[in-house]
């Protein structure tokens, strides 16, 4: 992370002195906030496949058997994946 941080801070200096100050800011900008954007649209995709199967059942259209074995192994494979994190 930090050798990350040095290469950023060393093509940021050589940018800035390829560009001016107020093209730097506009690409910066653009890039964090499309990067925040992609954040959204990942964080909005995985609350909707864990929750696909509720909502698919609420509309009447999947079976309840088959949901609460979607949501336990569900359960069971981030217990697992917790456990060996921690």
Same mark, same amino acid.
């Given at each position: 992370?930090?050798?990350?941080?040095?290469?950023? #801070?060393?093509?940021?200096?050589? /940018?800035?002195?390829?560009?001016?100050?107020?093209?730097?800011?506009?690409?910066?900008?653009?890039?964090?906030?499309?990067?925040?954007?992609?954040?959204?649209?990942?964080?909005?995709?995985?609350?909707?496949?864990?929750?696909?199967?509720?909502?698919?059942? #609420?509309?009447?259209?999947?079976?309840?058997?088959?949901?609460?074995? #979607?949501?336990?192994?569900?359960?069971? /494979?981030?217990?697992? /994946? $917790? $456990? /060996?994190?921690?």
């Amino acid at each position: 992370m930090i050798a990350t941080g040095a290469v950023g #801070n060393w093509l940021g200096e050589r /940018a800035l002195d390829r560009m001016g100050e107020q093209a730097l800011r506009l690409v910066f900008r653009t890039i964090l906030t499309l990067l925040g954007l992609r954040l959204i649209w990942v964080a909005i995709a995985e609350w909707y496949e864990r929750r696909k199967p509720l909502l698919l059942r #609420n509309a009447g259209l999947l079976d309840d058997a088959l949901v609460d074995r #979607n949501l336990a192994t569900h359960k069971l /494979a981030n217990s697992s /994946a $917790s $456990s /060996a994190a921690g």
